[in-house]
Structure formats: C-alpha cells, structure tokens
C-alpha cells in the first residue's frame, strides 16, 4: 500500500520574500461623480482595482484572518466611501481611496485603478491609475 502524503514534512525549504499583494479586482460602485451638471443627478459605475503591499507571513503561520489585511473589509469600507462620496473628478476620488487604506488599514503601498466605463461612447473604458506609499 502506498503511504499518506504527508504535507510539509520535508519539503519545508527557506524561500526569499519578495512581495506580497492583496488584491480586489473590478470592485464595482454606483455613485453620484461628475464634473457636468446631468451627472449630479443620475448614479454611474466605478470600477475599481486595488493592489495592496503587505506582508502574509504571520498570516500563513497562524491561519488567522485577524493576522492580514482583510480584502472584505478593505472593499466594505471602500464601498461606503465611495458611494456617499460627492465629488466632481476621479482624482478627488482616487485620492481619498488611497488615503483611507493606506490610514486605516496600515498598508505599506497601494496601486490604485478607477474605471468610468460610461464616460466617453467610444472608449471601453476611461480612468485614472494611480500608486501611493505611506512614509
Ligand atoms: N481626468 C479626468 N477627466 C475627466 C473627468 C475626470 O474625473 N477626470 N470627468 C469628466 C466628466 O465628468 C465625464 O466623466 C463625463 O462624461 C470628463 N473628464
């Protein structure tokens, strides 16, 4: 008979950290943004891209939620952000987001990407992409 695989056991090798990334793809908000006035009146749909430096070990050694950067709660408060915000451009927007979870959420460095898929006919899509460090 065929023995268990057992997991880890010598397979356990010292790996060199490069980077670690939590992401959120295509985190879809409707919202009120628009510099013209017929956009103050109507919701439109952002999508955003989020990519947040961090670092996974402790969660990997303890398989515990409450050690990483939780994408649920980053995208909850992103979600409410957003959706009460009432501004005219992205980049007050963008801004705002890079803020909030580089602050609240301790993350190191964020790339940021917001789409406006219904701004111009023509384009699939128009935005801003953006990449901030906390100091
Ligand atoms: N760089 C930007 N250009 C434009 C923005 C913006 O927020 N940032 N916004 C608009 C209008 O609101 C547009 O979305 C209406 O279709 C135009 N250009």
Do not use: C
């Amino acid at each position: 008979m065929a023995s268990p695989i057992r997991p880890a056991d010598n397979l356990t090798k010292e790996l060199q950290v490069l980077t670690d990334t939590v992401f959120i793809q295509s985190l879809s908000v409707d919202t009120v943004i628009g510099v013209y006035d017929w956009e103050k009146k109507i919701q439109q749909t952002l999508l955003f891209d989020i990519e947040m430096t961090t670092d996974i070990a402790a969660a990997a050694a303890s398989d515990d939620l409450a050690d990483t950067l939780d994408y649920e709660a980053v995208s909850n408060r992103v979600i409410e952000h957003v959706k009460n915000a009432r501004v005219e451009l992205l980049e007050t927007l963008i801004e705002q987001v890079a803020q909030i979870i580089l602050v609240e959420f301790g993350v190191k460095q964020v790339a940021l990407t917001v789409h406006k898929p219904g701004a111009v006919k023509a384009a699939k899509s128009v935005g801003l992409q953006i990449v901030r460090r906390a100091d």
